[in-house]
Each structure stands twice: as C-alpha cells, then as structure tokens.
C-alpha cells in the first residue's frame, strides 16, 4: 500500500499504462501471426495484405512508444524476409 498521495497516484498510473502497453502488445503478436499462417499455407496474396497490416500496426506502435524503432525494423524485416520467400 502506498504511504503518500503521490506514490498513490503512480501506481494507478502503472495500472492504466500496463493495460494499454498488454493490447498493444497482444495485438502485434496477432498480426505477426496473421502473416505466419499465410506464409505456411503459401498463401501469397494473404501473406502481402496480412504484412502491410502487420508493418502498419508495428510501425504505429513505435510512435505510441510501445517499441523501439530497430525493435519494430526487426521484427518487421524478418516477417518479410518470410513472405518474400514464397
């Protein structure tokens, strides 16, 4: 239990934020899927609709602050190392 207004207030805080940051993180984990299952049906027209869906959503989530830029270069450059496989 927090002993001052203030600590009190953050921890509300880190409440809300840690909601937020598990949805955004949730669902850059769906969309990566998303392309995954495609490029393993070798569905390549899903697979291309599914990683701009994916690229646009990862990209988003670096100017909300839930990823690193070379994070989000990462994971979205492996994604399409996989689709441009097909």
Do not use: P, W
């Not at 899927?33 to 393993?40: G, M």
């Not at 959503?57 to 190392?81: D, E, F, M, N, P």
Request: charged letters at 35%; one cysteine or more.
């Amino acid at each position: 239990m927090a002993n001052h207004k203030s600590s009190a207030k953050r921890a509300k805080q880190t409440i809300v934020k840690t909601e937020r940051n598990r949805f955004y993180k949730t669902r850059i984990k769906n969309v990566t899927k998303d392309v995954l299952s495609a490029v393993e049906a070798n569905d390549k027209e899903k697979a291309t609709e599914a990683m701009k869906t994916a690229n646009k959503y990862v990209h988003h989530c670096i100017a909300k602050g839930i990823l690193k830029k070379g994070t989000a270069a990462r994971k979205v450059s492996r994604l399409q190392v996989k689709v441009n496989a097909l």
